[in-house]
């Protein structure tokens, strides 16, 4: 069982940046891929990045490479999302999810967070 819990979305302006940060409990961190994945108002949750057990392999939506960088800290339990260069069509609720890597970028989900609200405005 994992139970995560994100932190460090909130209101930024176009162009703006913001870090996201999912906090995982337990001592089994280390040997799921992470993901973070969105959901955007009357649209699908739809995948934004994810990241292997060790962190040495990344990947990307196409709508968010070059702009956001995802990133964990084993010893801490913690996987990050960067975000540069926001748009107001990056505006969702963000959710990480622990879980799986079954083929090199693409990432199955396990557990799921709460969510954390990114508003972008133009």
């Known amino acids: 069982q994992v139970q995560l819990v994100e932190s460090g979305g909130g209101l930024v302006q176009a162009g703006g940046s913001l870090r996201l940060s999912c906090a995982a409990s337990?001592?089994?961190?280390?040997?799921?891929?992470m993901g973070w994945f969105r959901q955007a108002p009357g649209k699908e949750r739809e995948f934004v990045a994810a990241i292997n057990w060790s962190g040495s392999s990344t990947y990307y939506a196409d709508s968010v490479k070059g702009r956001f960088t995802i990133s964990r800290d084993n010893a801490k339990n913690t996987v990050y999302l960067e975000m540069n260069s926001l748009k107001p069509e990056d505006t969702a609720v963000y959710y990480c999810?622990?879980?799986?890597?079954?083929?090199?970028?693409?990432?199955?989900?396990?557990?799921w967070g709460q969510g954390t609200q990114v508003t972008v405005s133009s």
């Open positions: 999810s622990a879980g799986a890597m079954v083929l090199a970028g693409h990432f199955s989900p396990g557990y």
């Open positions: 337990g001592r089994t961190f280390s040997r799921y891929a």
